[in-house]
């Protein structure tokens, strides 16, 4: 043998991108392929990037197998790196160009460590040995899938093992994941919308504070929520006499039904009328002053959602709140995206007056930057703290036995940090 190693450097052109963009399909590929070859598999890491792409790197005992994707271009760049006889990158190079669907492939491969230029040194084999290896001396295979939420500064990384729902609906693409950390995961568009185990935080300070605070709330409207968990908080409220929840994307909800059933508990509630439509139009149409609350619980403002963050939507609800009504949206998160933070605080000040407007805040780990914000506007007097009633939540905490919300997280969330009252003029 003339070298240590074989390195291929491989390009696939117009490959399928829906496959490009598929972190569990990419990463069995990239197994898949090793294993063809004859490798033996020590370790796998692939992340999946929001909105595109998937990188990772197959560990093999006789090197590595490592991609890049850009699904929006069809393109794939893999280096294939083996070493010694037993295995052959071609037959890898074969099978992913295979699997990818690519019309087209290239590749060159590189000596690597040639032998003319080599010479044995000494050392103590018994000092360099891995001690992290099975009894039996074989490496111990290890497999970590990610799932990454970010931008082009922060990223958000979630380990998984695997998919269990993934449609492209008419307006976006919804996927569930099985997360190690926090349960069952949706995601809209490559962003993280809610998890079983931390989904609590979010669901309950967006209905509680305003139901607990609203004089004598009887009718809500829920803008999106299509995962449920919001309708499953409201509907604890049983003075309430009605709850409307207009969601835009039906397979939200059915994938929700299905693997978030802890979420989306409270779907076939007979006190909740479940429409499929868009909420911007809903509430164009509904009738003044027809609703106590209304909760707009949106993805962020971009695809389907942009126009719940519009000053002509936000009028319209003005117009279909009663007299004290109150509107409670999830505002963003001040770190992270303060830009529309800030906008949407200019918004509501100028529909609803900006002494009547107020900021809270959560803490929610898997949003980006943890730090999340909701905004509560009055039409009429309600105030989120004056006359709060602090032993009517501790004894609402108790008896539904609420994991985030109470009294106190109640009066705590709207204090402010400096920078985030800046941004808002507070
Ligand atoms: N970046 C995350 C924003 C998510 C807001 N909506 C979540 C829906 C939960 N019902």
């Not at 392929?33 to 998937?54: D, L």
């Not at 529909?351 to 803490?363: D, K, M, P, S, T």
Request: charged share 25%; glycine share 8%.
């Amino acid at each position: 043998m003339a070298s240590l190693g074989r390195h291929i450097i491989v390009e696939y052109y117009d490959c399928t991108p829906e496959i490009l963009n598929d972190v569990t399909l990419i990463q069995e590929s990239m197994e898949g392929a090793a294993e063809k070859a004859g490798a033996t598999i020590i370790n796998s890491t692939f992340h999946h990037f929001s909105p595109y792409g998937v990188s990772g790197v197959v560990v093999i005992e006789e090197s590595h197998l490592a991609i890049h994707t850009w699904p929006e271009y069809g393109y794939a760049s893999v280096d294939l790196f083996t070493c010694g006889e037993s295995v052959d990158p071609w037959v890898s190079y074969q099978y992913l160009k295979d699997a990818f669907e690519a019309g087209h492939g290239s590749a060159v491969e590189l000596k690597r460590g040639e032998m003319a230029l080599l010479s044995k040194k000494a050392f103590d084999i018994q000092q360099l040995r891995d001690d992290k290896s099975a009894d039996d001396g074989s490496p111990i295979r290890t497999k970590d899938v990610w799932f990454t939420e970010r931008d082009d500064k922060i990223a958000l990384s979630l380990k998984h093992d695997g998919k269990l729902y993934d449609q492209q609906s008419d307006f976006q693409r919804v996927e569930v994941y099985n997360t190690q950390a926090y349960g069952n995961m949706l995601t809209l568009d490559g962003m993280v919308m809610t998890t079983e185990k931390d989904e609590y935080v979010y669901h309950e300070m967006i209905t509680h504070i305003p139901l607990l605070t609203h004089p004598n709330p009887k009718r809500a409207l829920i803008i999106g929520g299509g995962d449920g968990g919001t309708a499953r908080e409201m509907l604890r409220h049983e003075g309430l006499d009605e709850v409307v929840m207009v969601e835009i994307d039906d397979k939200v909800i059915e994938a929700c039904k299905v693997h978030l059933p802890s979420i989306a508990s409270a779907l076939d509630h007979p006190k909740l009328n479940l429409i499929v439509d868009d909420g911007i139009k809903y509430v164009k149409e509904a009738a003044a002053g027809s609703f106590d609350v209304v909760v707009v619980d949106s993805t962020d403002p971009v695809g389907p959602a942009e126009g719940l963050f519009s000053v002509e939507f936000y009028k319209e609800v003005h117009r279909i709140l009663s007299d004290n009504g109150v509107m409670i949206t999830q505002s963003e998160s001040p770190r992270f995206n303060n830009k529309v933070f800030k906008e949407i605080y200019q918004v509501y000040g100028s529909i609803f007056g900006n002494e009547r407007v107020h900021c809270y805040l959560a803490y929610i780990p898997t949003y980006p930057t943890g730090m999340w914000s909701f905004s509560y506007s009055a039409k009429g007097d309600a105030h989120p703290l004056k006359g709060f009633d602090r032993e009517k939540s501790r004894k609402f905490s108790e008896v539904h036995d609420l994991s985030y919300y109470n009294e106190s997280i109640h009066e705590s969330a709207f204090a402010l940090p400096n920078f985030v009252k800046k941004m808002i003029n507070k």
